[in-house]
């Protein structure tokens, strides 16, 4: 059972905007230190977006990040076939003054 | 170009341990916060630890569930940081990865090796 609740699977066509979210507490989420991952089959996971909102460079604006309360949300507009994938969320959770990681999100393309 | 070399996985019986390397080249390890994470095939991503780079406070800490049988360690002159694993049990199989993390007030840097597998099993 993870700390981070994310949903385990999302889908969509071509083009098509996804939302992926990420609900927890005001240890983690609330903190300001939520990071998305993005893994595709066979390799490490890579930064999308980190502090919520900002996207490490070489990361496409068509990732972006965003928060409300206890619960942060990854979207991806125009979606393309190689972005299917595992997607995670993570943050430092100050009570347990430790690293937690959301279940993942399967999101397939149609 | 920046490179995380992870190394010292294998098979290994349940009750034993294992050393785990990760060779860092290409940014400023001595400052890089070194974070270890683990996933058991087919799972998500589980956080073991982490150590704090160079004039950072609070220097290593751990998942709770795992603290006890995980150390990690530094060696800022060989840019190495190692995760030893004492009393390996058929569940920490898993694909062992290393994070480096450094950041500012603007910015963050985050980066991953390619992982070395765990097997237990007798």
């Known amino acids: 059972q993870s700390v981070l609740t994310q949903p385990p699977s999302a889908s969509g066509t071509p083009g098509q905007r996804v939302t992926i979210s990420c609900s927890g507490s005001?240890?983690?989420?609330?903190?300001?230190?939520v990071s998305w991952y993005q893994q595709l089959p066979g390799t490490a996971p890579k930064l999308l977006i980190y502090r919520h909102t900002q996207r490490p460079s070489g990361v496409p604006d068509r990732f972006s990040g965003s928060k409300s309360g206890t619960s942060a949300s990854l979207a991806i507009s125009g979606l393309r076939s190689e972005d299917e994938g595992d997607y995670y969320c993570?943050?430092?959770?100050?009570?347990?003054?430790?690293?937690?990681f959301g279940g993942g999100t399967k999101l397939t393309v149609l | 170009e920046v490179q995380l070399v992870e190394s010292g996985g294998g098979l290994v019986q349940p009750g034993g341990s294992l050393k785990l390397s990760c060779a860092v080249s290409g940014f400023t390890f001595s400052g890089s916060d070194m974070h270890w994470v683990r996933q058991a095939s087919g799972k998500g991503l589980e956080w073991v630890g982490r150590?704090?780079?160079?004039?950072?406070?609070?220097?290593?800490a751990y998942a709770a569930s795992l603290k006890g049988r995980f150390t990690i360690s530094r060696d800022d002159s060989k840019n190495t940081a190692y995760l030893h694993i004492n009393s390996l049990k058929t569940e920490d199989t898993a694909v062992y990865y290393c994070n480096g993390r450094y950041g500012d007030s603007t910015e963050e840097f985050d980066y991953w090796g390619r992982g070395t597998l765990v097997t237990v099993s007798s």
């Open positions: 150590i704090r780079g160079k004039g950072n406070s609070d220097a290593t």
């Open positions: 993570a943050a430092w959770d100050d009570s347990l003054s430790g690293r937690v």
């Open positions: 005001r240890s983690n989420i609330g903190g300001p230190y």
